[in-house]
């Protein structure tokens, strides 16, 4: 995969682009996405995994989804469209979405729309209607109360398991996880599905990607691919085995795509061959892996306080708002200086502008950053891309009503457009209905 950071002459270089130069021209607090990454992750892993298939003689295809929810942005998730296998939605509104994407590309209808989430019967019936037109789309049923609404269809409708799996990565230690059809349910529409239309081709499972575990993967790959076993040799329409999310992210550059895929071909392999079984098509449904790389947001430092030992280093917004999956999920975001990094470092912490005391950022084992002097430094939040819009609230109003950053964004040509300004107070009080 592309190194994505390089640096030049003291200043950090981000997909070729000078992020120094950015800054200074377009002003912080910004936010810039390159689309031209989300093209070559999708093309890269594409690549590596078909490269594989042929030297593994693999007799089954791979393919790319791009999981919408991880940002809703229209060009992000148009540009994933064009060069992924198809769009994967969570929820009845991001169906309706992904529906209008589709009527806006009639050249990609024959490309995959795959559903999943808690279903209600808005969801359904879209689902139904958008099969009635000819989409290639399949349904992952999630419960047995979906099983039976959808067998009352008499459709050949595609449909696909999701497997019930203990969580391994709750903090409590609790194993539990509300996703997903369990062993009972499962083995219900197994004895039950002769007597149906409905067409199973998938056997479904969520693997967690930005903490990827291999011994934790494995766990639950081979308790799904045991339900894969049990289902083909029964149903031979049963030809997917579907990973739900769970690409390993890259944000310690370097991670090996070419042994992560030559590895998990292999297991399949070897697992149907031991088995008897056919072997399946993979399917991917990537968001963070996706997206997460394509953002990032810059700052300059304003203020330094020495009210501590060690120093804050205040930057022009919060970092609240930039950093709600760090906030809410605990997932580790890149955060570096992006000029005079040919000049000596100290030990600092970044703090936001706000009057909130959660408003900051440092190593935590470290306790500290190591960062140049604060005189005209700006700093770079890497790795944004996923979920940041849809968490931190886009377009509305934000934390201590500090206004979203100007958005930039930079298209695989190469070319330049500003998505919007830095927010006024005029459009902030609109929104808050102020009279």
Known sequence: ???????????????????????????????????????????????????????????????YLNANKANYGFEEIDTAFKYSDGLETSSYYDLLLTYDFFLKHPEFKNKYLVTNGYKMNDYLDEIIRIHHEGYHIIDIIDSLEEYEYLKKSNLKLEIGLRIHLSSQYSEDGVMNDRFGLNEKELEYIYQDLVNTKLNLTTIHFHQRGFDFELDKFLINFHKTFNYYIKFNKKYPS?????????????????????????????????????????????????????????????????????????????????????????????????????????????KARLAGITCDCDDVYYDKK??????????????GLLGTGSYQNSMNGKGGVHHCLLPEEKDLVIDVEGNIKIRHNLQTIDEIKKLIKFE
């Open 1 to 63: 995969m592309k190194k994505l950071n390089e640096i030049k002459d003291g200043k950090l270089y981000y997909n070729g682009y000078d992020l120094y130069s950015l800054a200074k021209e377009y002003k912080t607090p910004l936010k810039i996405t390159f689309l031209a990454v989300i093209k070559e992750h999708i093309e890269a892993l594409k690549k590596s995994f078909d490269e594989n298939i042929k030297k593994l003689q693999y007799p089954a295809k791979f393919i």
């Open 238 to 346: 049963v030809i997917n085995l579907d990973l739900g999310g769970g690409t390993p992210l890259p944000i310690i550059e370097g991670y090996d795509y070419d042994e992560y895929s030559y590895k998990l071909l292999k297991l399949i392999l070897e697992e149907c061959k031991k088995n008897q079984v056919t072997v399946p098509n993979l399917i991917s449904e990537n968001g963070k892996y996706s997206q997460k790389d394509s953002t990032v947001n810059i700052y300059k430092v304003v203020a330094k306080k020495d009210t501590d030992q060690i120093p804050w280093y205040v930057v022009d917004s919060s970092l609240l708002i930039a950093l709600p999956e760090m906030y809410a999920l605990g997932e580790m975001v890149r955060v570096e200086a992006i000029n005079k990094l040919d000049t000596k470092k100290v």
């Open 366 to 379: 470290d306790e500290y950053l190591l960062l140049p002097e604060h005189d005209d430094l700006y700093i």
